[in-house]
């Protein structure tokens, strides 16, 4: 019996893709478990990235992260 993760040992991924396309194909329970992910991730690595997904985490969910008038532009290029 194999056991992943056992010690609690994580290496965050050095760059990640966000497909918008992919996205939206998705249902909102999926995007908000993604963006679950994203934010744990900005809790350890990026202060300037968890202000952003506090500020603008609702509408882009809301949104599918696709462009829309309740983020500024380029909020979804940012993350």
């Known amino acids: 019996e194999t ?7 994580f290496y965050a991924p050095s760059s990640c893709l966000l497909d918008p396309s992919f996205i939206a194909t998705q249902d909102k329970r999926n995007v908000s478990n993604g963006f679950g992910e994203i934010l744990k991730l900005a809790l ?7 202000q952003l997904l506090e ?19 380029g909020v979804s290029e940012r993350i």
């Open 3 to 9: 056991y992943k993760n056992r010690v609690g040992s």
């Open 44 to 50: 350890v690595r990026s202060e300037d990235l968890f």
């Open 55 to 73: 500020a603008h985490g609702a509408a882009l969910v809301d949104s599918l992260f696709a462009p829309n008038s309740s983020t500024p532009a």
